[in-house]
């Protein structure tokens, strides 16, 4: 049974219930049961179960189920514009576009203000003992507003990013060229 049918089978199941109970009520006040005041708190609080299935069926969507995708965590969310998931170590490259398709299709707009959301996956490179760099697999753009996905190339990644697997010295001056603020030393 899917969660669309159990919430509605409920919200139904909770509104009859309720109703019951009111039926109840008012003959208890009546006949002036002692245990009429109980009837009420348990009335209310039936009533205002279904109102709340109700409203939890109505604002429901299930998540965006595609074919071939592979689950990989997100690590990182902004809550606006990038969303960055972990791919395992055997993760196959043919799976990270429809991966990617699933987790774009599974953001939701709140608190992203309508924004071009880039989603990327990504798998940790390990250089040598201690180092490792993040390497993205694939990354598309979201967006939120008209509910499209634009895939991006990522071929220009691997051209721009730093390559920490040379000496410590290149490695300094690799981070000292990227430095623009003369008043931050870096290795103090």
Same mark, same amino acid.
């Given at each position: 049974?899917?969660?669309?049918?159990?919430?509605?089978?409920?919200?139904?199941?909770?509104?009859?219930?309720?109703?019951?109970?009111?039926?109840?009520?008012?003959?208890?006040?009546? #006949?002036?049961?002692?245990?009429?005041?109980?009837?009420?708190?348990?009335?209310?609080?039936?009533?205002?179960?279904?109102?709340?299935?109700?409203?939890?069926?109505?604002?429901?969507?299930?998540?965006?189920?595609?074919?071939?995708?592979?689950?990989?965590?997100?690590? +990182?969310?902004?809550?606006?514009?990038?969303?960055?998931?972990?791919?395992?170590?055997?993760?196959?490259?043919?799976?990270?576009?429809?991966?990617?398709?699933?987790?774009?299709?599974?953001?939701?707009?709140?608190?992203?203000?309508?924004?071009?959301?880039?989603?990327?996956?990504?798998?940790?490179?390990?250089?040598?003992?201690?180092?490792?760099?993040?390497?993205?697999?694939?990354?598309?753009?979201?967006? #939120?507003?008209?509910?499209?996905?634009?895939?991006?190339?990522?071929?220009? +990644?691997?051209?721009?990013?730093?390559?920490?697997?040379?000496?410590?010295?290149?490695?300094?001056?690799?981070?000292?060229?990227?430095?623009?603020?003369?008043? #931050?030393?870096?290795?103090?």
């Amino acid at each position: 049974m899917s969660t669309s049918q159990l919430l509605q089978q409920a919200t139904e199941l909770l509104a009859w219930s309720g109703l019951g109970l009111a039926a109840i009520t008012i003959i208890s006040f009546l #006949i002036g049961w002692n245990f009429k005041f109980r009837l009420v708190g348990a009335t209310v609080f039936t009533l205002l179960l279904s109102g709340s299935c109700w409203a939890f069926s109505e604002s429901y969507t299930p998540p965006t189920v595609v074919e071939g995708a592979i689950y990989t965590p997100i690590v +990182y969310d902004n809550g606006y514009d990038l969303v960055v998931a972990q791919a395992s170590e055997d993760f196959p490259n043919e799976s990270t576009q429809v991966s990617l398709e699933q987790i774009a299709g599974n953001l939701k707009g709140g608190g992203r203000n309508g924004a071009n959301v880039h989603v990327r996956i990504r798998k940790i490179e390990s250089l040598e003992p201690g180092i490792s760099k993040p390497v993205i697999l694939g990354e598309v753009i979201r967006d #939120i507003r008209n509910q499209t996905t634009v895939t991006v190339d990522t071929s220009t +990644y691997s051209k721009n990013s730093l390559d920490f697997s040379k000496s410590d010295s290149t490695r300094e001056n690799l981070l000292l060229e990227n430095n623009n603020d003369d008043d #931050i030393n870096v290795f103090e």
